[in-house]
């Protein structure tokens, strides 16, 4: 995975949508995303979530750590009988 000296939303976003596309992963297929509540992340305005956001052209809704780590069990069972 790459990585960048700076660590401003911009950089940050296009940094996810490259790596993303490096893996032939489309962005239309994202439905969620999870990350800290650190400003350059969750900035309604100018953070990452906005501007993936914007790339994608659609909400792409925010899901905090604690939510996953909650459910991570349940997914992992569910994985394992597919």
Do not use: W
Not at 21 to 45: I, N, P, Q, R, W
């Amino acid at each position: 995975m790459s990585s960048t000296e700076k660590g401003d939303a911009e950089t940050t976003s296009d940094l996810i949508v490259n790596e993303l596309t490096k893996v032939e992963l489309s962005t239309d297929k994202t439905l969620s995303k999870v990350h800290d509540v650190a400003s350059v992340m969750s900035g309604k305005d100018g953070g990452v979530q906005k501007l993936l956001q914007k790339h994608v052209g659609r909400v792409v809704p925010y899901v905090h750590p604690a939510r996953v780590a909650a459910v991570a069990p349940v997914l992992t069972g569910f994985v394992d009988i597919l």
